[in-house]
């Protein structure tokens, strides 16, 4: 069955870093778009990142746009995001999803703060 497994959430201090990784199975991994997803508390789910099947083109939502960055290692099932200039407002679950598949990790908490 396919599994999604978020990791790599902490608590960091403002402008700290951090990178988030998602270990994929169940599905033929490069064929698929990948999307990284947030949800803060008490606001929806919205986009962060996606990234193409053999990840030639990324894009980004415009509050991340320049501090995010996101990455998969199709050889290991595996989707990345890298998190730099982190900012209070970033603090949330961080999922991970393939594109046009109806399956969701357990995400992973990031929290920034001082």
């Known amino acids: 069955q396919v599994q999604l497994v978020e990791s790599g959430g902490a608590l960091v201090q403002p402008g700290g870093s951090l990178r988030l990784s998602c270990a994929a199975s169940?599905?033929?991994?490069?064929?698929?778009?990948l999307n990284w997803y947030r949800q803060a508390p008490g606001k929806e789910r919205e986009l962060v990142a996606t990234?193409?099947?053999?990840?030639?083109?990324?894009t980004y939502a415009d509050s991340v746009k320049g501090r995010f960055s996101i990455s998969r290692d199709n050889a290991k099932n595996t989707v990345y995001l890298q998190m730099n200039s982190l900012k209070p407002e970033d603090t949330a679950v961080y999922y991970c999803?393939?594109?046009?598949?109806?399956?969701w990790g357990q995400g992973t908490q990031v929290t920034v703060s001082s």
């Open positions: 999803k393939a594109n046009f598949l109806p399956y």
């Open positions: 990234i193409t099947s053999t990840g030639g083109i990324t």
């Open positions: 169940g599905f033929t991994f490069s064929r698929y778009q």
